[in-house]
């Protein structure tokens, strides 16, 4: 039987690796023939929302294509250049996919003249595969942290940098670099590509591109409903007000939009009603009614060390009246980083939240730490993996109006938009407005 199991996996192992070739090659024979211009995001932490912020200001003015979802590994890009979905395990759709690359390449298309590709790392040499036939005219990275998420997979975090930095060097002669300047390690870059034109955006005054006077915006309720904010550049401050999301995060993709702007020469107010109308994207810090007049902030997409730092920073500076709870899950791929990250979301945690509420075998460390720094023991409640749903009814049951939810963790085996479900005002409205909704998702 295990030779059996063994022998499938082989084969489904070189089926995979020849549509990968395959859906490859017609990407690269896509962008020969089309010529399109190409930004391409990478970074630990708000590549999503860069790329939804940056395709919601120039698709007004210019014909682009984003990436769809989170469409960014080896196989993602090549699809998102063709146009094409994942066909998941679905041999049809697989084939499907393959045809209309050869369509794309034989036969006369209206083709994007902008592509906006979200480029994710893995592994080590995930980006140097790709720029051996991918060369963007911008290439933009939001921020390189000390403890990034897929770590465990690489020696160490200054690997992960250097793999990310590749993108970087695989610009085309007059491309522009578009850096997070607020990140040192990502700043730092500014100086070893001093010979290409460079753009950082931030919230620190020596950004080219600056967010300031940022807030939180509330509804007549006094729900948390959005951010407010200026973008200052050259002299001249646009305000922006974005809703549906929330947190200081949600400034930095704007920013990077209006960078973009700036590199093609694009008048800074001609993207900003795109970026205002855009909507939140799934999972990401996006504003949700809750049960009982409550609010959630539904952050379920993912999770890592830097991320999460900053959805409870947003936590801590939401005014309401009601009770503060954080639902917090497995930080994954963090390697021997791991324990102590978790450690310090329990500290950080003690001083924000009045409830908190865990799921997970590495969250589990969250909530020890949490109740070493101080934390009402009979406001902690654990979980273990696979238990998102249970987790969300626990606290249906408890929410009172004007509570405030933070929603946030992992992807694999945890799952907590299977708890947001259960807190919305709505929930037969899920596949709507959480993450994961597709049928592939479920059984999962």
Same mark, same amino acid.
């Given at each position: 039987?295990?030779?059996?199991?063994?022998?499938?996996?082989?084969?489904?192992?070189?089926?995979?690796?020849?549509?990968?070739?395959?859906?490859?090659?017609?990407?690269?024979?896509?962008?020969?023939?089309?010529?399109?211009?190409?930004?391409?995001?990478?970074?630990?932490?708000?590549?999503?929302?860069?790329?939804?912020?940056?395709?919601?200001?120039?698709?007004?003015?210019?014909?682009?294509?984003?990436?769809?979802?989170?469409?960014?590994?080896?196989?993602?890009?090549?699809?998102?250049?063709?146009?094409?979905?994942?066909?998941?395990?679905?041999?049809?759709?697989?084939?499907?996919?393959?045809?209309?690359?050869?369509?794309?390449?034989?036969?006369?298309?209206?083709?994007?003249?902008?592509?906006?590709?979200?480029? *994710?790392?893995?592994?080590? &040499?995930?980006?140097?595969?790709? =720029?051996?036939? @991918? +060369?963007? !005219?911008?290439?933009? %990275?939001?921020?390189?942290?000390?403890?990034?998420?897929?770590?465990?997979?690489?020696?160490?975090?200054?690997?992960?940098?250097?793999?990310?930095?590749?993108?970087?060097?695989?610009?085309?002669?007059? *491309?522009?670099?578009?850096? &997070?300047?607020?990140?040192?390690? =990502?700043?730092? @870059? +500014?100086? !070893?590509?001093?010979? %290409?034109?460079?753009?950082?955006?931030?919230?620190?005054?020596?950004?080219?591109?600056?967010?300031?006077?940022?807030?939180?915006?509330?509804?007549?309720?006094?729900?948390?409903?959005?951010?407010?904010?200026?973008v200052d550049e050259n002299g001249s401050s646009i305000p922006i007000k974005i809703a549906g999301r929330i947190g200081q995060q949600q400034v930095y993709p704007v920013l990077a939009?209006?960078?973009?702007?700036?590199?093609?020469?694009?008048?800074?107010?001609?993207?900003?009603?795109?970026?205002?109308?855009?909507?939140?994207?799934?999972?990401?810090?996006?504003?949700?009614?809750?049960?009982?007049?409550?609010?959630?902030?539904?952050?379920?997409?993912?999770?890592?060390?830097?991320?999460?730092?900053?959805?409870?920073?947003?936590?801590?500076?939401?005014?309401?009246?009601?009770k503060k709870i954080a639902v917090l899950g497995d930080m994954l791929e963090l390697g021997r980083f791991s324990a102590d990250a978790h450690k310090k979301v329990g500290v950080q945690?003690?001083?924000?939240?009045?409830?908190?509420?865990?799921?997970?075998?590495?969250?589990?460390?969250?909530?020890?730490?949490?109740?070493?720094?101080?934390?009402?023991?009979?406001?902690?409640?654990?979980?273990?993996?696979?238990?998102?749903?249970?987790?969300?009814?626990?606290v249906r049951a408890m929410l009172e109006p004007h509570d405030v939810v933070l929603v946030k963790g992992s992807q694999t085996g945890i799952r907590l938009e299977k708890a947001v479900?259960?807190?919305?005002?709505?929930?037969?409205?899920?596949?709507?407005?959480?993450?994961?909704?597709?049928?592939?998702?479920?059984?999962?």
């Amino acid at each position: 039987m295990l030779c059996y199991t063994n022998l499938m996996s082989g084969i489904k192992t070189t089926v995979r690796n020849i549509v990968v070739f395959i859906i490859t090659w017609e990407a690269h024979m896509t962008l020969k023939k089309y010529k399109p211009q190409i930004i391409a995001i990478t970074g630990s932490v708000g590549k999503t929302g860069t790329k939804d912020a940056i395709y919601a200001g120039l698709e007004g003015s210019l014909f682009v294509r984003k990436s769809k979802k989170t469409l960014n590994s080896e196989i993602g890009v090549p699809l998102t250049i063709l146009g094409c979905d994942s066909g998941w395990n679905n041999p049809v759709k697989w084939s499907k996919n393959i045809l209309e690359g050869l369509a794309l390449i034989f036969l006369k298309n209206h083709y994007p003249k902008w592509l906006v590709l979200e480029v *994710g790392v893995d592994r080590p &040499g995930d980006i140097a595969h790709l =720029t051996k036939w @991918l +060369k963007p !005219d911008i290439a933009i %990275i939001t921020a390189l942290p000390d403890v990034p998420t897929h770590v465990e997979n690489f020696k160490d975090p200054q690997d992960v940098a250097r793999e990310k930095r590749l993108l970087a060097e695989a610009l085309k002669p007059e *491309g522009t670099l578009i850096l &997070g300047g607020d990140d040192k390690r =990502t700043a730092s @870059l +500014k100086k !070893d590509f001093s010979q %290409i034109n460079t753009v950082t955006y931030g919230i620190e005054s020596h950004n080219d591109i600056v967010g300031s006077h940022i807030s939180i915006s509330y509804d007549e309720q006094g729900h948390p409903n959005g951010m407010q904010f200026k973008v200052d550049e050259n002299g001249s401050s646009i305000p922006i007000k974005i809703a549906g999301r929330i947190g200081q995060q949600q400034v930095y993709p704007v920013l990077a939009a209006f960078a973009v702007a700036r590199a093609i020469g694009l008048p800074p107010l001609s993207i900003t009603k795109g970026i205002e109308d855009s909507r939140a994207s799934r999972g990401r810090m996006r504003v949700l009614e809750g049960y009982n007049n409550t609010t959630i902030i539904d952050d379920s997409y993912n999770s890592s060390p830097t991320a999460l730092r900053a959805a409870l920073l947003t936590l801590k500076k939401i005014g309401t009246q009601g009770k503060k709870i954080a639902v917090l899950g497995d930080m994954l791929e963090l390697g021997r980083f791991s324990a102590d990250a978790h450690k310090k979301v329990g500290v950080q945690v003690a001083g924000i939240a009045d409830v908190l509420i865990t799921v997970g075998v590495r969250a589990k460390t969250i909530a020890q730490s949490a109740r070493e720094a101080g934390f009402d023991i009979e406001c902690i409640q654990e979980f273990d993996v696979g238990d998102a749903k249970e987790a969300g009814a626990v606290v249906r049951a408890m929410l009172e109006p004007h509570d405030v939810v933070l929603v946030k963790g992992s992807q694999t085996g945890i799952r907590l938009e299977k708890a947001v479900k259960e807190m919305l005002k709505e929930p037969q409205r899920a596949k709507e407005l959480l993450v994961r909704q597709e049928d592939e998702w479920f059984g999962r």
